[in-house]
């Protein structure tokens, strides 16, 4: 089988608006890797993304959980706002990668970002699209890569996975993944070239 190029979402394809939007919400002034990880330790943020609650208990879940009283309006905009533009050149950028590869994508998601994400044509390059809250699990957790390479069906070795989060990449290395830490499709393309 050729090489399965396998990409993540927000960091990587799109800008991501994580100390503006997500520090408001969280009440806290700290990096952006701190807040990602305070994001991703919460409950509420984990089960959102797994496709376990909808939009309406996520707000409720969270709010209890970091004993918030934003308004639904106030938490649904700084919410929306996480999301950004695609990175530079993006969509130029993946017809590119396609040729060295399947291309596939593997993101912590939700339905509300994913439906304005899907409004910019990002997605109709890709042969596969892995989103964790339909898969009901996410990342890092090693079942997904376990989860995505099946549906794939091909060997972790043929997987060439690019994420921005070190933990992400960590486990799929674990997993026989070949994984690198990336900013941009740019990146991808520089690496994917070398192969």
Same mark, same amino acid.
């Given at each position: ?79 929306? #706002?996480?999301?950004?533009? *695609?990175?530079?050149?993006?969509? $130029?950028? =993946?017809?590119?990668? !396609? @040729? ?75 997993? #026989?993944?070949?994984?690198? *830490?990336?900013?941009?499709?740019? $990146?991808? =393309?520089?690496?994917? !070239? @070398?192969?």
């Amino acid at each position: 089988m050729k090489k399965v190029i396998l990409c993540d979402l927000g960091g990587v394809l799109i800008n991501l608006h994580w100390t503006q939007h997500a520090g408001t919400l969280l009440g806290k002034e700290l990096t952006k890797p701190q807040l990602r990880q305070i994001w991703f330790d919460l409950y509420s943020a984990r089960h959102y993304e797994q496709g376990l609650t909808d939009f309406n208990t996520f707000y409720k879940e969270f709010c209890e959980e970091t004993k918030s009283n934003f308004s639904f309006e106030y938490f649904s905009q700084e919410f929306d #706002g996480i999301i950004g533009t *695609l990175k530079d050149n993006c969509l $130029e950028l =993946l017809k590119e990668i !396609k @040729k060295y590869g399947t291309l596939a994508l593997l993101s912590n998601s939700n339905d509300r970002h994913i439906a304005e994400i899907t409004k910019t044509g990002l997605f109709q390059d890709f042969d596969y699209l892995f989103f964790s809250h339909k898969m009901h699990m996410t990342k890092p957790d090693p079942v997904i890569f376990e989860e995505t390479r099946k549906q794939i069906g091909c060997e972790a070795s043929d997987i060439y996975f690019f994420d921005d989060s070190q933990c992400n990449v960590d486990e799929a290395i674990k997993v #026989g993944y070949h994984a690198y *830490l990336v900013e941009s499709p740019k $990146e991808i =393309l520089d690496i994917v !070239k @070398k192969l």
